[in-house]
Each structure stands twice: as structure tokens, then as C-alpha cells.
T-cell receptor, first 117, second 113 residues
């Protein structure tokens, strides 16, 4: 079992649906991240939370809405998605972004494979 | 401009041989961190090795070593004694100041028995 668990592993949704992706980390980390991985493109950082506070939002469309109720859980709420949003969504966590060290390693979950029809 | 460039979309290596996966990066920061991750077909990104911009020695972790050439802005991953289980996608990544992380497009490595 990995330290970062993502559910569901696969999700198919229509453009008018509302769904949520869930991420849970069991590593005692303080920072959590959402990434989007599309074929043949670099991983795109979407959102960053450090100690439950959002610190980065990289120009992500408002149809993606993150929620971080505590340092162990991270959600990505989805609504009125587009077909181009189909991708692998990866969650990661790291010990402490604010430590001043660049060696804060991110640990990833296995991802949610999202298909938007 | 791309922050991380991996120019080898696919690589093949014979089992037990060594292989080098290329990575160049672009930054004007003096302080940064460089990472390599492995992504098997299961999807999970697995951390392999880290190099800090001020580290004078090349990082090593078991069969993985990072050939860090700061002036050239390159951070190549060397895998020694390749194993069949090394077949996967490999991603180079960089962390700059602030909470920004950049990944390359990856290199697909296939180990041939």
C-alpha cells in the first residue's frame, strides 16, 4: 500500500456531471498537490496546499475546485468539464514546503484516470 | 520556453547494461532542486533521486546516479545494471523558489532481456 491513496482510480463522466476526486495521505505530510498529466505533455501543477492553505493556483479553470479540509485529505471537485480535461490526475504530498529546503520530496498516488464524454 | 527538456522520447537498453537519460533545465535562480521520478504503467510516480543546486557531489541512490553539470544546466540520470523492472517512463523535474514545480515530458525506457 502506498502512502498516498487516490479514489476512484477510473472515472467516466459527462460534461454536465459533477464529481469529486479524493486523495488521502498517510505520511504525516503538511503539503498536498494536484497535477494533471496529459499524453505527450509535461505534468501540469494545478493546485498546492501547505498546512491546509492554498498557496498556488496555476491559472486553472474554475470548473476545477480544490478543497483541503485537513493536511491528510485533498479533494478536486469537478463540474461542467470539457473533453480536453480527460487526463490522469495525480495527487502528491510532501513533508513541508515552508522548510526552506528544495529537497522536499513529493510522494505521489497512482492517479485517477478521467474520461470526459 | 520549456523549463525541463527531455529529448529522448524512447530508449532501449540491454538487461545488465547501463543507460543515461538526458535532462536539461532552464532557470535563472541560484537555488533550485532537481528530481527524477519513475512512472510504471500502474501510474504512480516513484521518487528516485534528488540533487540540490549547491551540492558539489553528484547524487547517488543505489543503482541510480545523477550526472549534474551545473554550467551546462544538465541533470542526466544514469541507471547501472539495468533490470527488466526498470522499464517505465522517467521524468525529470525541478523546483524553483516559491511553490513551483516543473516536469519534463518524460523518457520511455524499455529494458530488453
Amino acid at each position: 500500500e502506498t502512502g498516498v491513496t487516490q479514489t476512484p482510480r477510473h472515472l467516466v463522466m459527462g460534461m454536465t456531471n459533477k464529481k469529486s476526486l479524493k486523495c488521502e495521505q498517510h505520511l504525516g505530510h503538511n503539503a498536498m498537490y494536484w497535477y494533471k498529466q496529459s499524453a505527450k505533455k509535461p505534468l501540469e501543477l494545478m493546485f498546492v496546499y501547505n498546512f491546509k492553505e492554498q498557496t498556488e493556483n496555476n491559472s486553472v479553470p474554475s470548473r476545477f475546485s480544490p478543497e483541503c479540509p485537513n493536511s491528510s485529505h485533498l479533494f478536486l471537485h469537478l463540474h461542467t468539464l470539457q473533453p480536453e480535461d480527460s487526463a490522469l490526475y495525480l495527487c502528491a504530498s510532501s513533508q513541508d514546503l515552508g522548510s526552506g529546503s528544495f529537497s522536499d520530496i513529493q510522494y505521489f498516488g497512482a492517479g485517477t484516470r478521467l474520461s470526459v464524454l | 520556453a520549456q523549463k525541463i527538456t527531455q529529448t529522448q522520447p524512447g530508449m532501449f537498453v540491454q538487461e545488465k547494461e547501463a543507460v543515461t537519460l538526458d535532462c536539461t533545465y532552464d532557470t535563472s535562480d541560484q537555488s533550485y532542486g532537481l528530481f527524477w521520478y519513475k512512472q510504471p504503467s500502474s501510474g504512480e510516480m516513484i521518487f528516485l533521486i534528488y540533487q540540490g543546486s549547491y551540492d558539489e557531489q553528484n547524487a547517488t541512490e543505489g543503482r541510480y546516479s545523477l550526472n549534474f553539470q551545473k554550467a551546462r544546466k544538465s541533470a542526466n540520470l544514469v541507471i547501472s545494471a539495468s533490470q527488466l523492472g526498470d522499464s517505465a517512463m522517467y521524468f525529470c523535474a525541478m523546483r524553483e523558489g516559491g511553490d513551483q514545480f516543473y516536469f519534463g515530458t518524460g523518457t520511455s525506457l524499455t529494458v530488453i532481456p
